[in-house]
Structure formats: structure tokens, C-alpha cells
């Protein structure tokens, strides 16, 4: 199988100490053991399967130490826009999670970044839309950051009864810097 070029920032590039890289199968144990640790939305393993074969651009791992320590996962659909009026071409991040040992050094945003412009460059999404527990103040600030906002709450949204807010913004919007 092939191993996909590492993107990204070992060692000199703004001091960061780990690579972006897209998913492949071997990463799969890792990834459902990440998902399974960090969330409690827990996914089968056809479910990243399936991801991967369609979306493999904007399935991405980010690795540290040799370990892989995240991923992002997204999907492309078609629908009514989230922002306006009409139909749109959607980019839909399905998931994402950080162990917790590895967070605080911007993996998240640089996971979030890699995987939108993927989701604009290779899949010509119009624009972009997540679900977030409205209680994770710290994903919703950086997904703001990005330049997401919420236009929706989804009450009862989670298994445990929890509210999520759909957050979206235009794909020409994306924001990539440090701000």
C-alpha cells in the first residue's frame, strides 16, 4: 500500500512537531481507537471505510512521534445551503478528535485547514458545515477562529440528549490564519 506524502510540519516549520498526511487502511485501528477514546459518537469501522475510498483527499491523520495522534474525517453532499437560499455542493466534517496528550499544539486547526482546503481544491465543495456539542466551548472557538458560525441549534441533537449547533460558512471564506 502506499504511503501518502506527509504535508506538513516536522521540526523547523513554526516549531511544530508533527506531520498532516492523509489516511490510509493501516491507520484504521488507530483512528476507531482515537474516535472510540475521545468521543463518545463512535463509529463502525466500514463507516472510516467508506470515507476513505470516496473522500480520501480530505481524510486526514496528523502524526507525532511516529504515532498517529488525530484525524479528520469528511464527506461531500449535495442539498439545500446551509447559508442561503438554493442548492449547494457540501463539505461535511464528519469527525474529528485529538488525543488528549497531543492537544494544545494547533493539530486541530491544522487538521481543520488541511481537510477544507482538500474539501474546496478536490471536491469543489461551495461550502463547508459541522455539528458541534453546544457545551465544547473550546472546539466552537476554533472552528469561529476558521471562520464557521453557528446557524442553527439542533436541539436533542447527540444520544445523550445534548443540543449541537450546525455551524457553516462559504468555502471562499476560509480563514487560515493565526487570528
Not at 63 to 83: I, P, T
Not at 91 to 102: D, T
Request: hydrophobic residues 40%; positive net charge.
Amino acid at each position: 500500500m502506499r504511503r501518502p506524502s506527509a504535508v506538513g510540519a516536522m521540526g523547523g516549520e513554526s516549531g511544530r512537531d508533527y506531520t498532516i498526511r492523509e489516511f490510509t487502511p493501516e491507520d484504521l485501528s488507530r483512528v476507531m481507537w482515537i474516535n472510540r477514546t475521545c468521543l463518545p459518537e463512535n463509529y463502525p469501522a466500514f463507516f472510516f471505510m467508506e470515507h476513505y475510498r470516496h473522500y480520501p483527499k480530505s481524510f486526514l491523520v496528523a502524526e507525532r512521534g511516529g504515532q498517529v495522534v488525530g484525524y479528520v474525517m469528511c464527506r461531500v453532499e449535495y442539498g439545500l445551503s446551509n447559508l442561503g437560499v438554493g442548492l449547494a455542493k457540501k463539505g461535511h466534517i464528519i469527525s474529528i478528535a485529538v488525543v488528549p496528550e497531543a492537544r494544545g499544539r494547533g493539530i486541530g486547526k491544522a487538521l481543520m485547514v488541511r481537510a477544507l482546503k482538500a474539501l474546496r481544491e478536490h471536491y469543489s465543495v461551495d461550502e463547508y458545515y459541522l455539528e458541534v456539542r453546544v457545551s465544547n466551548a473550546v472546539a466552537i472557538n476554533l472552528y469561529r477562529k476558521l471562520g464557521f458560525r453557528p446557524v442553527k441549534v439542533l436541539r436533542g441533537y447527540y444520544l445523550d440528549g445534548e443540543d449541537a449547533y450546525l455551524m457553516a460558512m462559504r468555502a471562499s471564506e476560509l480563514k487560515t490564519s493565526d487570528t
